[in-house]
């Protein structure tokens, strides 16, 4: 007979897997991690996984949601922290907290690589045909919270889906931080109206 779990313990549960998925998508990615490392992490069997999500895929998918939320409340709480500042700075502090924030996850890896590989597991009336990339997320915050720009939204959101996948490259090169500092500043100086 099939263990019965209480509310409570549901929940625990549903917070392991989350905690391992969360650690496995920064650390090896999707297609490295295994069902079996989950559910050990967990303490549950492979069947009983089933009860929390259809397939790991799943799992990731709110792994990512979460991540984006994380950016999302830094690029907010930035240009909220900066009210009274020129647009050009709120908007430069707005862009360089979200970088910062994704840099402190570690996670821009598992958002390049395979957050995009988790298309092919869902259809496209799925929550995940709303997530388009982390750049994007930046550059609708910043037009929902009222940063005019003065070039067409397409090269604005070009520019700043640029500079996020320069955060890739962090380890690459010296001076890396204040470097993308200067570079989101001078596009802000630029770009914003």
Known sequence: MPQAFTPQQM???KQQLFNSACRYAITQGIKKTSLEQLTADAGISKSTFYKFYDC???LFLEVGMHFER???DETQRALHESAGQSSKCRTALAVNAAFDCLASLGAMRFLKEDISSLRDHFSPSDALEHYKSMSDSIFHVLKEEGVQFAFPDQIVSSVI???YLSIQHAGEFDNFAAALRE???SACDR???
């Open 11 to 13: 929940a625990i549960i």
């Open 56 to 58: 790991k895929e799943q």
């Open 70 to 72: 994380q950016v999302i």
């Open 161 to 163: 889906h640029i500079l």
């Open 183 to 185: 570079l989101v500043l």
């Open 191 to 193: 770009l914003v109206a």
